[in-house]
């Protein structure tokens, strides 16, 4: 199991509870949409697994380390291992495409010699090789999520996160993103969407987990397994 949570309950620092005691366990190589309302605790949930966000009770588990005890060092280390996508894609405006991609290896003390290379490799993949020297405010916004994909997907990480990876995108390029995201389990990552696209759900049959005011009211695992 990758991810391992027990009536998990959060808080805003508000007092808001944002989460109010969901379970969810996840196995590696799994992919899950997660579906609900704005303001269900999609988001939180994902800030949650990367440790942006500590549990105020019950208990979660990323990786096997227990978030509710780990030190710094142990959330830098899973957010390593964790590749994240954001709606607005969070691009360095300032930086190359080239710049971008490698920020992230540089943090893992990925060679520098093999750098160019591993970069062009992911552009590739996500159909981008040639916007390699470009700024990001040369491309469209597909191409920015895209680039924001080849980012997340670089360090091979383990567990990819995507919160509302195709909010500011048109059909066909939402598609394309998903699509990509689909082969990055292929690979043998753990893909997490949370989505209020719901036509994204009919292009892939997926594990889909269903949040309302912060509790899991619906998750296809569980229908499969009791056979409604
Ligand atoms: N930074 C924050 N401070 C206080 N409350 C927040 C914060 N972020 C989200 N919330 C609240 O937590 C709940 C869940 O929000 P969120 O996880 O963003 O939902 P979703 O991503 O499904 O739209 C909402 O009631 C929202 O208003
Ligand atoms: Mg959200």
């Known amino acids: 199991m990758i991810i391992d949570m027990q009536q998990l309950l959060t808080r805003y620092p508000s007092g808001r509870v944002a989460l109010g005691g969901v379970n969810l366990s996840v196995s590696q190589g799994e992919f899950l949409f997660l579906i609900g309302e704005s303001g269900a605790g999609k988001s939180t949930l994902l800030a949650m697994l990367y440790g942006a966000l500590a549990p105020a009770s019950g ?3 990323v ?3 227990d978030m509710n005890a780990a030190p710094a060092r142990k959330i830098s280390a899973l957010r390593r291992r964790c590749g994240i996508i954001f709606q607005d ?5 300032r930086r190359t495409v080239f710049e971008n991609i490698a920020l992230p290896l540089r943090v893992q003390g990925y060679p520098e010699d093999r750098m ?3 970069v062009g490799k992911v552009l590739e993949f996500v159909g981008l090789e040639d916007a390699i020297w470009s700024y990001p405010d040369t491309l469209s916004g597909g191409e920015q999520q895209r680039v924001a994909i080849a980012r997340a997907m670089a360090p091979q990480p383990q567990l990819i996160l995507a919160d509302e990876p195709t909010g500011n995108l048109d059909r066909e390029t939402a598609d ?3 699509h990509y995201l689909i082969q990055l389990q292929q690979h043998g990552s753990t893909v997490i969407i949370a989505t209020h696209d719901l036509q994204l759900l009919e292009q892939y049959p997926a594990r889909v987990v269903e949040l309302h005011a912060g509790v899991v009211v619906n998750d296809s695992a569980d229908e499969a397994s009791h056979g409604h």
């Open 59 to 61: 208990s979660l588990q």
């Open 63 to 65: 990786f096997g380390i």
């Open 89 to 93: 894609h969070r691009l360095l405006f």
């Open 116 to 118: 160019v290379a591993r």
């Open 176 to 178: 394309q993103v998903l």
